[in-house]
Every structure is written in structure tokens, then in C-alpha cells.
């Protein structure tokens, strides 16, 4: 086979959060695999990631929490390098886009487009946050759409009718930041003019007919509409500076510099492998594959926005050959929502189980062409009988028999049966029938056939009754062992990029210590002292599903609103009981010995009355001193702290809050309330 280059990237995440379970289904677990599976293959493979770093997100974050955007960047590059770690996903150089190599490198983007003529500068009006003095990204404001007149569009694109919005062009803008309402204000920026790109996009696309369909529909549909120009620089001081003098203070927009992450990561690994030039091997290589890995809501940027900024480069840089942009991943039938808390976050994911079960469950249920669900009770069938049912049990009975009746020794058998054979022979075209999977992104059909191999496996085990045979004639039970072992280093090949750690494991239970190649699952399996044998899986229980169940409750029902419960209706002759008038406050004194009362007395038209009320915890008597309130008139007096309280106020309660209801016009005391 053709050694064969590529550079493989996963989306980088953004550093303002932990990692959850989605953004793994989406871009990470589906190109660890892929890029194993490529280097089992014999080819030369570099993946690399990093954090995102950049934006507002991050500096609205720092703000909020009174610390530099770097001890943000710092802390979830941390977090989110460890979510990685335990899934095993392993990148060459997972780098961070807050590095000066990668400035550099993204000033020199940014610097080629522009002296191209691809870069033009405008002074336009934008939306400014006056309350938080800053101006407004195209996604922290949200109006009406201009073209479809949906509610909640963002500034950028609108959900509902899936275009493109020219911000300022949003009825009814609010600032997500602050609430309030933005004005326009005019500032300069520095645009990439993407209209010029389209004829060369269109031409390159219509090359990649092997594109997974969402992906190139999802393109076809958005070049149709047409391009227009975006803006690439930003008013905020998080960023990577533009380097022209007289954009001081802009940085670049985190759009633009996000996706040069790529290449300013493996020049870091360049560096740290002691060859500094190595990255152009791959970047400038024209043999080199570029597959970038994605969720789809990145596919714009990836397939439209990336390869123009690298078709107009003093370097000649490659063009992404492929991007399997996958759907998304819901959780128990519904949307996953970080704000809401519904999703299963990577590291709390980690305390409860092994990293390994996340990669199967996923992988089975990856959102290849649709989005796919999570769920927790099939979470715990799938491990418990793929797993541990199925492979587990197939490892666990091969290797105690082997050590019950053959002193742990497996023995190539002179001859082979005819079931045999045929248990071998099937396995086998499973084993390429797999690498085609792979090949090719499938890695749910992947998953489902290797754990067909041990299906196969199981049912010859049950059909040649080793524990019969070994008491008549021992070289019949020993051929079935011989068999299944094979069928279980097949496994282990197969099944490798998908779980390296377990295959590691039974591969050392057969006494194979290297890691996997694809071509051995041409040979067959040699005598073998078995190594020491332990359980591969161990199954899920009831209860820890229950224990998962219970946490995604209480964040469903924190984000529920709060169901009012009503009374009994009444008759109108009843309210009519009520006597309740707009009172004034004339003297207001608190209360010694009493947190909750004050001591007030009014006045309506004349009449005075006194009043002991308990909104001390909202109000100070100064503050509802000369205030025209509503009042209760006719409730039965009462003692309070042994005085007398001639009414009671009207005032709205909300958790510790007290609100008196005042008048919205002036009326004279007295006035009746009904
Ligand atoms: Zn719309």
C-alpha cells in the first residue's frame, strides 16, 4: 500500500468552558480513530488540536469573574487537556491560539490577503453596549431578523431561516451582554471581501464529490446565496493585534485566527520534535491530505472561509482534501444545553467510569448522518452486553479453559474443521470489511462489526463444546481455543483505534506486546503462553445509572421555570369585601428587637391609623417614608409585638425580596383600589 501524508485537526475548543460529551461525538473521538487507523495503516500522520482562545466570550468571562483572560485560557486548556487525556484522545501537540508563534503567524495571514487586495478597510456603524462600554460582536446581540422576521436572531446568522445577517440590520436589537438597548457608533475595520473567492470556491468544491452529503449540501446551498464581505478585525483588547499602524487597538476577529491554529500547532510540534521545518512537509507538501474533523455547525469556516485565506498566501499552502463534518449528539431525546446544564460534562464523566466505555458508547452511536442520542440506560446496555456480554465473555471463558486444561498454552493445530475454517474465514472479511469503515469515517458500522467477530466467536465456542470435547479428545477442545484466540487478536486489531487501551490489554493476556498494524491481521496467531488474565470489562449497575439519572433531574428541573399554584376561584361579591385604598406614609420607625418590622403610621385624607408592616428587610423606614402605598383598611386590627396594627400593606414577594405597590399615576390618599 501507498504511504500516504496527511495532517489531521480537530475543531479547536473554545477556552471559556470544560469539554462535554457532544463536542466529543463530534470532532475529537471520530479523528483519534481515524488518524490510529491511518497509522496502522503504515501512513505518516500529524494531528493536532488546540484551545481556541481568543474573543469575547473569554474577556466577557474575565471580566465578570475580576481576573485576566489568560488565567481563563489557562485554567480550561488545563481542564480540557485532561478530559482529553482520560479519553485517550491523543494529539501530537494540543497548542493554545494565545501564543506569540501563532500571532505571528496569523499577522502574516492577515498581511498576505491584504497586500493581495483581499482586505479592504470601512467605516461603518456598529452596535455599542453604552451601560458596558464596549462594542458588540455580531452574537451578543439578538433582535428580528431582516429576512424572515424570526425573534432571537443573532447579529450574525439567524437560526430560523439559516441566513446570513448584516447586523446592524437586526429590528429590535438587545445587548446579551447588559439588557439594555445598543446604540449605533461608527468604527473602523478591516474586511475580508470573501465575494472574491466565490469562482474559485465553486471551481474547488465541484472537485470534492466525495464528500459526505450533509456537508456538501450544506456548501452548495450556501455559495448559491452568495458571499459578502466580513469583517476580520474587532474593537476588543483580546486578541491578536492587527498589524497595520493605523488599526491600533483592533486585534484580529477570533474567526479569522481560529482556524490558523492548525498550522501554528504543528509548527510548535515542528519545534518540539527538533525539527523546526517539519510542519512544511505537511502544510506545503501538495501530497499531503488535510481532514479537518468538525461538528456541523463549523462547516462554513472550513470549507469556505479557511480555504480562502489559504489560497491567497505568499506560501503555497494545501486546501483541506476532506472534512467529515459530523451532527450533533442529543442527550435523553433533547438538545444538549451547557447553560442549562444538560449535557454530561467529560471530567465528571471520568470520576464515574472509565474513558474506554465513553469511546465505545459513542462510536456505536456516533452522529454520522443524523443527530444521534446519548442515553444513559443504553449507555449501560450497550457496555454491559457488547462489552462485557459479548467480547468480555468470549476473552474471559478462551483464557480460563486454556488455563484449566492446556497450561494457559495456546497450540496451532496441524488441521482445522471445516467450522473452523468457516468461524476464521468470516472473521476476516468482517476485519477489511472494517477497515473500509474506517477508511471511510463509519465508525458506528466499525464498532458494530468487530464486535461481530466475537459474536462469531461465542456461537463456534457453543457449537464445538470444548468442555465436552477436551474429556474424549483434548486436540479438538485445544483447536477450539486456538480459533477463538485468533478471532480474539483479530479483535484486537479491528477494534484497536476505538479502544487502545483494552485491545492493549488482551493483546497482552495473548502475549502480544506491540501495538497493532493493519497488515497483521494477515497472519495468523503463533503458540502462545497466555500473560495474566483479568477481566477486560467490568459491567455497569443499575444504581450508577440511577446516580446519573438523578443529577440530569435536578439540572432539568433548575432550569425549569417554577410552576405557580393557584386558589380557589372566588366571587366578585367577595373582593368586593375587600377595602383596600392608596395610603401615605407619614412617620416610619423600626422596630427594636425586629429584623422584619417597621412601625409606620399614614394618613388617608385626614385620617391616621397605625400600621405595624413586615418589609424592614427591603426597606429602610427612610425609604418608605412619604410614599404612597397600597393598603388593606378593613382587615380585623391585630397586636403585633404588643402593638396595634390598624391595616396592612400590600407589597409583592419574591424569594427575599419585598416590593411595596406604589401608584403608577399620583393619586390623592385615600383613593380606592378595586
Ligand atoms: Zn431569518
Given at each position: 500500500?501507498?504511504?500516504?501524508?496527511?495532517?489531521?485537526?480537530?475543531?479547536?475548543?473554545?477556552?471559556?468552558?470544560?469539554l462535554h460529551?457532544g463536542?466529543?461525538?463530534?470532532?475529537?473521538?471520530?479523528?483519534?480513530?481515524?488518524?490510529?487507523?491511518c497509522r496502522?495503516?503504515?501512513?505518516?500522520?500529524?494531528?493536532?488540536?488546540?484551545?481556541d482562545?481568543?474573543?469575547?466570550p473569554?474577556?466577557?468571562?474575565?471580566?465578570?469573574?475580576?481576573?485576566?483572560?489568560?488565567?481563563?485560557v489557562?485554567?480550561?486548556?488545563?481542564?480540557?487537556?485532561?478530559?482529553?487525556?482520560?479519553?485517550h484522545?491523543e494529539?501530537d501537540?494540543?497548542?493554545?491560539?494565545?501564543r506569540p508563534?501563532?500571532?505571528k503567524?496569523?499577522?502574516?495571514f492577515?498581511?498576505?490577503?491584504?497586500?493581495?487586495?483581499f482586505?479592504?478597510?470601512?467605516?461603518?456603524?456598529?452596535?455599542f453596549?453604552?451601560?458596558?462600554?464596549?462594542?458588540?460582536?455580531?452574537?451578543?446581540?439578538?433582535?428580528?431578523?431582516?429576512?424572515?422576521?424570526?425573534?432571537?436572531?443573532?447579529?450574525?446568522?439567524?437560526?430560523?431561516?439559516?441566513?446570513?445577517?448584516?447586523?446592524?440590520?437586526?429590528?429590535d436589537?438587545?445587548?446579551k451582554i447588559s439588557?439594555?438597548?445598543?446604540?449605533l457608533?461608527?468604527?473602523?475595520?478591516?474586511?475580508?471581501?470573501?465575494?472574491?473567492?466565490?469562482?474559485?470556491?465553486?471551481?474547488?468544491?465541484?472537485?470534492?464529490?466525495?464528500?459526505?452529503e450533509?456537508?456538501?449540501?450544506?456548501?452548495?446551498?450556501?455559495?448559491?446565496?452568495?458571499?459578502?464581505?466580513?469583517?476580520?478585525?474587532?474593537?476588543?483588547?483580546?486578541?491578536v493585534?492587527?498589524?497595520?499602524?493605523?488599526?491600533?487597538?483592533?486585534?484580529?476577529?477570533?474567526?479569522?485566527?481560529?482556524?490558523?491554529?492548525?498550522?501554528?500547532a504543528?509548527?510548535?510540534?515542528?519545534q518540539?520534535?527538533?525539527?523546526?521545518?517539519?510542519?512544511?512537509?505537511?502544510?506545503l507538501?501538495?501530497?499531503?491530505?488535510l481532514?479537518?474533523?468538525?461538528?456541523?455547525d463549523?462547516?462554513?469556516?472550513?470549507?469556505?472561509?479557511f480555504?480562502?485565506?489559504l489560497?491567497?498566501?505568499?506560501?503555497?499552502?494545501?486546501?483541506?482534501?476532506?472534512?467529515p463534518?459530523?451532527?450533533?449528539?442529543?442527550?435523553?431525546?433533547?438538545?444538549m444545553?451547557?447553560?442549562?446544564?444538560?449535557?454530561v460534562?467529560?471530567?465528571?464523566?471520568?470520576?464515574?467510569?472509565?474513558?474506554?466505555?465513553?469511546?465505545?458508547y459513542?462510536?456505536?452511536?456516533?452522529?454520522?448522518t443524523?443527530?444521534?442520542?446519548?442515553?444513559?440506560k443504553?449507555f449501560?446496555?450497550?457496555?454491559?452486553n457488547?462489552?462485557?456480554n459479548?467480547?468480555?465473555?468470549?476473552?474471559?471463558?478462551?483464557?480460563?479453559?486454556?488455563?484449566?486444561?492446556?497450561n494457559?498454552?495456546?497450540?496451532q493445530?496441524?488441521?482445522?474443521s471445516?467450522?473452523s475454517?468457516?468461524?476464521l474465514?468470516?472473521?476476516?472479511?468482517?476485519?477489511d470489511?472494517?477497515a473500509?469503515?474506517y477508511?471511510?469515517?463509519?465508525?458506528?458500522?466499525?464498532?458494530?462489526?468487530?464486535?461481530?467477530?466475537?459474536?462469531?466467536?461465542n456461537?463456534?465456542?457453543?457449537?464445538t463444546?470444548?468442555?465436552?470435547?477436551?474429556?474424549?479428545?483434548?486436540s479438538?477442545?485445544?483447536?477450539?481455543?486456538?480459533?477463538?484466540?485468533?478471532?480474539?487478536?483479530?479483535?484486537?486489531i479491528?477494534?484497536?483505534?476505538?479502544?487502545p487501551?483494552?485491545?492493549?490489554?488482551?493483546?497482552?493476556m495473548?502475549?502480544?506486546?506491540?501495538?497493532?498494524?493493519w497488515?497483521?491481521?494477515d497472519?495468523?496467531?503463533?503458540?502462545?503462553?497466555?500473560?495474566?488474565?483479568?477481566?477486560?470489562?467490568?459491567?455497569i449497575?443499575?444504581?450508577?445509572?440511577t446516580?446519573?439519572?438523578?443529577?440530569?433531574?435536578?439540572?432539568?428541573?433548575?432550569?425549569?421555570?417554577v410552576?405557580?399554584?393557584?386558589?380557589?376561584?372566588i366571587?366578585f361579591?367577595?373582593?368586593?369585601?375587600?377595602?383596600?385604598?392608596?395610603?401615605?406614609v407619614?412617620?416610619?420607625?423600626?422596630?427594636?428587637?425586629s429584623?422584619?418590622?417597621?412601625?409606620?403610621?399614614?394618613?388617608?385624607?385626614?385620617e391616621?391609623?397605625?400600621?405595624?408592616?413586615?418589609i424592614?428587610?427591603?426597606?429602610k423606614?427612610?425609604?418608605?417614608?412619604g410614599?404612597?402605598?397600597?393598603?388593606?383598611m378593613?382587615?380585623?386590627?391585630?397586636?403585633?409585638?404588643g402593638?396595634?396594627?390598624?391595616?396592612?400593606?400590600?407589597?409583592a414577594?419574591?424569594?427575599?425580596?419585598?416590593s411595596?405597590?406604589?401608584?403608577?399615576?399620583?393619586?390623592?390618599?385615600?383613593s380606592?383600589?378595586?
Amino acid at each position: 500500500m501507498k504511504r500516504e501524508k496527511y495532517v489531521v485537526t480537530s475543531a479547536l475548543p473554545y477556552a471559556n468552558g470544560p469539554l462535554h460529551i457532544g463536542h466529543i461525538a463530534g470532532a475529537y473521538l471520530p479523528a483519534d480513530i481515524f488518524v490510529r487507523f491511518c497509522r496502522m495503516q503504515g501512513h505518516d500522520v500529524v494531528y493536532v488540536c488546540g484551545a481556541d482562545e481568543h474573543g469575547a466570550p473569554i474577556s466577557i468571562k474575565a471580566e465578570a469573574e475580576g481576573v485576566t483572560p489568560r488565567e481563563i485560557v489557562d485554567r480550561y486548556h488545563k481542564e480540557i487537556k485532561a478530559g482529553f487525556d482520560g479519553l485517550h484522545i491523543e494529539f501530537d501537540n494540543f497548542s493554545g491560539t494565545a501564543r506569540p508563534d501563532h500571532a505571528k503567524l496569523a499577522q502574516e495571514f492577515f498581511l498576505s490577503l491584504y497586500k493581495r487586495g483581499f482586505v479592504v478597510r470601512k467605516t461603518t456603524e456598529q452596535w455599542f453596549d453604552t451601560e458596558k462600554q464596549r462594542f458588540l460582536a455580531d452574537r451578543y446581540v439578538e433582535g428580528t431578523c431582516p429576512h424572515c422576521g424570526a425573534e432571537g436572531a443573532r447579529g450574525d446568522q439567524c437560526d430560523a431561516c439559516g441566513k446570513l445577517i448584516d447586523a446592524v440590520t437586526l429590528k429590535d436589537p438587545v445587548s446579551k451582554i447588559s439588557g439594555s438597548t445598543p446604540v449605533l457608533k461608527s468604527t473602523t475595520h478591516w474586511y475580508l471581501e470573501l465575494q472574491k473567492f466565490e469562482e474559485e470556491l465553486k471551481a474547488w468544491l465541484e472537485t470534492k464529490t466525495y464528500w459526505k452529503e450533509n456537508v456538501h449540501n450544506f456548501i452548495s446551498n450556501f455559495l448559491e446565496n452568495g458571499l459578502i464581505e466580513r469583517a476580520i478585525t474587532r474593537d476588543i483588547n483580546w486578541g491578536v493585534p492587527v498589524p497595520l499602524e493605523e488599526a491600533e487597538g483592533k486585534v484580529l476577529y477570533v474567526w479569522f485566527d481560529a482556524p490558523i491554529g492548525y498550522i501554528s500547532a504543528t509548527k510548535e510540534w515542528a519545534q518540539n520534535i527538533g525539527h523546526p521545518d517539519r510542519w512544511k512537509d505537511y502544510w506545503l507538501g501538495q501530497d499531503t491530505k488535510l481532514i479537518h474533523f468538525i461538528g456541523k455547525d463549523n462547516i462554513i469556516f472550513h470549507t469556505i472561509f479557511f480555504p480562502s485565506f489559504l489560497m491567497e498566501q505568499d506560501k503555497n499552502y494545501i486546501l483541506p482534501h476532506d472534512v467529515p463534518a459530523n451532527e450533533f449528539l442529543n442527550l435523553e431525546g433533547r438538545k444538549m444545553s451547557t447553560s442549562k446544564n444538560w449535557t454530561v460534562w467529560v471530567n465528571d464523566f471520568l470520576k464515574d467510569f472509565d474513558g474506554e466505555y465513553l469511546r465505545y458508547y459513542l462510536a456505536a452511536n456516533a452522529p454520522e448522518t443524523k443527530d444521534s442520542d446519548f442515553v444513559w440506560k443504553e449507555f449501560q446496555n450497550q457496555i454491559n452486553n457488547d462489552l462485557a456480554n459479548v467480547l468480555g465473555n468470549l476473552a474471559n471463558r478462551v483464557f480460563a479453559f486454556t488455563g484449566k486444561y492446556f497450561n494457559r498454552t495456546i497450540t496451532q493445530p496441524h488441521d482445522l474443521s471445516e467450522l473452523s475454517l468457516k468461524a476464521l474465514n468470516e472473521s476476516k472479511v468482517l476485519v477489511d470489511e472494517v477497515a473500509e469503515c474506517y477508511r471511510t469515517y463509519k465508525v458506528r458500522q466499525a464498532s458494530k462489526l468487530c464486535i461481530d467477530i466475537a459474536r462469531i466467536g461465542n456461537k463456534y465456542f457453543d457449537e464445538t463444546q470444548p468442555w465436552k470435547a477436551v474429556k474424549q479428545d483434548a486436540s479438538t477442545a485445544a483447536e477450539t481455543l486456538y480459533v477463538c484466540a485468533e478471532l480474539l487478536r483479530l479483535v484486537s486489531i479491528a477494534l484497536y483505534p476505538i479502544l487502545p487501551q483494552s485491545m492493549m490489554r488482551l493483546r497482552a493476556m495473548l502475549n502480544i506486546n506491540s501495538i497493532p498494524v493493519w497488515d497483521d491481521s494477515d497472519s495468523i496467531l503463533q503458540d502462545t503462553t497466555l500473560g495474566t488474565i483479568a477481566p477486560l470489562y467490568r459491567k455497569i449497575d443499575d444504581k450508577e445509572i440511577t446516580v446519573q439519572l438523578a443529577r440530569l433531574d435536578a439540572a432539568r428541573k433548575a432550569a425549569e421555570p417554577v410552576v405557580l399554584e393557584h386558589k380557589d376561584f372566588i366571587g366578585f361579591d367577595d373582593f368586593l369585601k375587600l377595602e383596600i385604598r392608596v395610603v401615605k406614609v407619614i412617620e416610619a420607625e423600626a422596630i427594636k428587637k425586629s429584623k422584619k418590622l417597621l412601625k409606620l403610621k399614614i394618613d388617608l385624607n385626614g385620617e391616621q391609623r397605625s400600621v405595624i408592616s413586615g418589609i424592614a428587610t427591603s426597606y429602610k423606614p427612610e425609604d418608605i417614608l412619604g410614599k404612597n402605598v397600597a393598603m388593606v383598611m378593613n382587615l380585623k386590627p391585630r397586636k403585633i409585638m404588643g402593638v396595634e396594627s390598624q391595616a396592612m400593606i400590600l407589597a409583592a414577594h419574591d424569594e427575599g425580596i419585598i416590593s411595596a405597590l406604589v401608584p403608577d399615576i399620583d393619586v390623592k390618599p385615600g383613593s380606592e383600589i378595586s
